[in-house]
């Protein structure tokens, strides 16, 4: 097939499947995440090399959305590195939704001595990667590691290592045209040995990640979510627990917005009336632009006044 052809059509459903393998000794997630990475390029107007990491990061935050519980839980990955990138930042609700931000969407990048979009010099080298989990309890869980690579999938298992003390491997691929930057195939996988787990299990698990490191190219090329985990993990008893499909979707709204606005407090608001008499927002996640007249400004401004009659 020409390679000016998507081979991947835009009306297939992107596919979160859940399974377990060796007797219920290792879980594995695997993400078909092309359309949802193709709408974050959409909406947020990205450059190739942007598309390549922050699809990575949104595929790794579908993936641990799904053991969200409540239907108010969320999960949110920052990434700091010492890149142009700058930060790079996804959320994911407990119904597999997720969206996305980079600091610098635009810029591009030469590839690397590999040929491959320099996704690493994009995000850095070093800085942080951090996990927020806001589960509704009074305090959100935190947790911190170190960014050893920039190359997302290998930042996210030194997460599990390191901060969770939890071995898992993890793979993220996201295939661009290169000519247009069009999203030809995004994949990620996860696979975590459970307490108890052999060491000749995971071991073996760990050894696939060549095999798997071929998984968008061969999404790409047409096979399927269920030929490429046999492939790799079919003689591990592979069983399959459950489906859901993630999506891009951004929750913002114009009261959203309007709250935000007069939390900035009476004094911010009367500044940018009295200095440009009218704001224009753009939300960081879509890249939808909400205008407010120097009308709707000054009806935020009263809203942010303290009240006359509240106690001193």
Known sequence: MKDNVLRYRPEQKDRLIQCVAANGMVRIAFIDGTNL?????????????????????????????????????????ILKGDGPAGSMICTGNSRLEVKGSVTNPD??????????????????HSGKLSVVSDLGLKEPYVGLSNIVSGEIAID???????????????????????????VRAAVGVFAEPLPGCPDEVIDRIQAKSEQIAQF?????????????????????????????????????????????????????????????????????????????????????????????DEDE
């Open 216 to 308: 968008s190219e061969r999404l790409d090329a047409g096979e399927t979510p269920e030929e490429l985990l046999e492939s790799a993990f079919g003689e591990f008893n592979l069983v399959y627990a459950g489906e859901r499909e993630p999506l891009y979707r951004c929750d913002c709204s114009r009261e959203r917005i309007e709250r935000a606005l007069i939390s900035t407090g009476a004094g911010e608001l009367h500044d940018i009336i009295e200095e440009d008499h009218g704001a224009e927002v753009t939300c960081r996640f879509c890249d939808k632009i909400y205008t407010f007249t120097e009308e709707d400004l000054r009806a935020l401004l009263e809203a942010a006044q303290p009240r006359e």
């Open 156 to 182: 996210f298992a030194n997460y599990y290592a390191a901060s969770l003390q939890r071995p898992a491997l993890v793979y993220l691929g996201v295939r661009v045209r290169s000519e247009t930057g069009d």
């Open 107 to 124: 810029v591009e990048l030469p590839v690397n001595e590999r040929g491959k979009l320099d996704v690493g010099g994009f995000v850095g």
């Open 37 to 77: 990475v193709r709408e974050a390029k959409k909406l947020l107007k990205l450059s190739r090399v942007a598309t390549a990491a922050l699809g990575r990061q949104l595929m790794m935050t579908a993936i641990m959305s799904a053991d969200l519980k409540g239907e108010h839980d969320l999960v949110s990955t």
